[in-house]
């Protein structure tokens, strides 16, 4: 079992920034690679950026926010960041940390990200 703790997030006005952060414990051995997922009213749940436990720790990041938003390893190796920068109105969603296992997702509890035009 993997337990996820987010934390970050807020209100922000467009062209700002924010950083989320969510920290894994439990079975983190286990974990193939955490990210975050988006998921605004009304809308489908959709993949924002990926980082993968392996050599060379692969990033992967949704059309919509690549170059805008940047993940990392935080100071543990379990530990991702979530740096988010010039947000847009289009970015207000609940923002749900994920790790994934070799069988399983495990999702955080989201935390709700903002931006007023």
């Known amino acids: 079992q993997v337990q996820l703790v987010e934390s970050g997030g807020g209100l922000v006005q467009a062209g700002g920034s924010l950083g989320l952060s969510c920290a894994a414990s439990g079975n983190t051995d286990s974990i193939i690679y955490m990210g975050w997922y988006r998921q605004a009213p009304g809308k489908e749940r959709e993949m924002v950026a990926l980082?993968?436990?392996?050599?060379?720790?692969?990033?992967r990041y949704s059309d919509r926010v690549k170059g805008r938003f940047a993940i990392s390893r935080g100071s543990t190796y379990s530990t991702v960041l979530l740096q988010m920068n010039n947000l847009q109105p289009e970015d207000t969603a609940d923002y749900y940390c994920?790790?994934?296992?070799?069988?399983?997702?495990?999702w955080g509890r989201g935390t709700q990200v903002t931006v007023s035009s």
């Open positions: 980082l993968y436990n392996d050599i060379d720790s692969e990033t």
């Open positions: 994920k790790a994934r296992s070799r069988d399983t997702s495990y």
